[in-house]
């Protein structure tokens, strides 16, 4: 197991590198009259069909959350991505229509913090408009720190939003900012909270990533606070992203630690999964109170089942949440590709797909030099 203990206390002397190199650019658009059509929906070397695709639409955040963007790294002299490199809202959804014919039924946005970038409902807008092969609607879902959410909810659920995931770390106000690195108030998240699900957005999910030592004093709060309000906590284990948020395995506090906890306090009964490839597993309170989620990427992988493609802010492919390269789609986006030269493209990214870093954690194989989660999203 990796216990790299890159200290978050003091300023590194070489700066980590959060932006990672790409691959080659793509060979220009060819005529794909003459290739082969992909076979629909698309499949990766271990069988995964392309199910689900997250867009990343910015790299930067009014938070620095400690595991996610630790301060000392993302300060005043960290160069954020240029407005002008970011793909346009054009070229996001010409590319969402493509995975849409490839396979993909939920497309989700995040970030950095998704609500950051202006206008984004009316991307939303736009990939709402989206139909899969069937003619059927795809689900628009957003991840966001939910500071912005009071202000912006009503005008992404008018866009088409189908749902909305807010992270939410403490309800104690000085855990929250040390969490969160920010002086915003845990009020306002929870405002935003209930501003979406009076629009129409519930059930919300919560996210709360679980640092032992630093805010496992909340799981019982934070299950007790959302108890009969239709909202669904997930709770996240800590988990080795990127390079720069000092990951450590003691500070992982495990799932089965997580729901041993709870059910101490409230009993739980194991549901089933939603739908195949669900991140979280499902647990609901035996009092009919309502339910949680558990996320263990570190202790029990999933990668098994993981349809997920991953779009970053500039443009890059990335086929695994720990890949440290990305496939460039924007130089064929900005060529004025047809939507079938891009379907190509993409086939000869997720055809050859192998990966499932959680299953090998800590083995020697392992790449050294991971995407930050604040550039690719969660
Ligand atoms: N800013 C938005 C937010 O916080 O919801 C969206 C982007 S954020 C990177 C997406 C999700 O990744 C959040 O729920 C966050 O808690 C989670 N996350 C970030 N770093 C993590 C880590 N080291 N381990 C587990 N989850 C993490
Ligand atoms: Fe920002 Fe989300 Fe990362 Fe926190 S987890 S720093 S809110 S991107
Ligand atoms: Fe998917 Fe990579 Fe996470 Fe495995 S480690 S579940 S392949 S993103």
């Given at each position: ?25 793509p ?317 190509h493209q993409l086939a000869g990214v997720w055809s050859p ?26």
């Open positions: 197991m990796s216990t790299r203990t890159n200290s978050s206390a003091s300023a590194p002397a070489v700066r980590p590198r959060v932006v990672p190199a790409g691959l080659p650019d060979a220009p658009a060819q005529n794909t009259s003459s290739l082969p059509v992909p076979t629909l929906p698309l499949r990766d070397t271990r069988a995964r069909p392309l199910r689900d695709l997250r867009i990343s639409v910015t790299d930067r955040c009014n938070f620095r959350c400690t595991y996610c963007m630790p301060r000392e790294v993302f300060d005043q002299n960290h160069e954020f991505l240029p407005h002008a490199q970011l793909l346009t809202f054009e070229e996001i959804t010409q590319f969402a229509r493509v995975a849409v014919a490839a396979g993909v039924r939920k497309l989700r946005l995040t970030g950095g913090e998704p609500l950051l970038r202006k206008n984004i409902e009316r991307l939303v807008e736009m990939l709402a408009r989206l139909e899969t092969p069937e003619g059927k609607p795809v689900q628009v879902a957003l991840t966001t720190n939910g500071t912005l959410l009071r202000k912006k909810a009503q005008a992404l659920r008018d866009a088409g939003l189908s749902r909305v995931t807010v992270s939410l770390d403490a309800l104690d106000p000085v855990i929250f900012a040390r969490m969160s690195d920010s002086t915003i108030q845990v009020a306002d998240v929870l405002s935003g909270i209930d501003t979406a699900a009076a629009v129409g957005l519930a059930p919300v999910k919560v996210n709360m990533v679980v640092r032992k030592g630093v805010n496992d004093s909340q799981i019982l709060p934070m299950a007790d606070y959302f108890r009969h309000t239709g909202h669904v906590v997930r709770f996240i284990e800590f988990m080795d992203v990127g390079n720069t948020n000092g990951w450590n395995l003691a500070e992982v506090l495990t799932g089965r630690q997580i729901l041993d906890r709870i059910h101490d306090r409230f009993p739980l009964k194991q549901l089933d999964a939603a739908y195949r490839g669900e991140v979280a597993a499902r647990w609901g309170f035996a009092d009919g109170a309502g339910e949680i989620g558990i996320i263990t990427s570190v202790s029990q992988p999933f990668c098994g089942d993981c349809t997920r493609l991953r779009l970053s802010p500039e443009g890059r492919l990335f086929l695994c949440l720990f890949a440290s390269r990305g496939h460039d789609i924007r130089t064929l986006l900005r060529s004025g590709a047809t939507d079938a030269q891009v379907l797909r192998d990966d499932h870093y959680s299953e090998l954690r800590g083995q020697a194989t392992v790449m050294p030099d991971k995407i930050e989660m604040s550039y690719i999203g969660g």
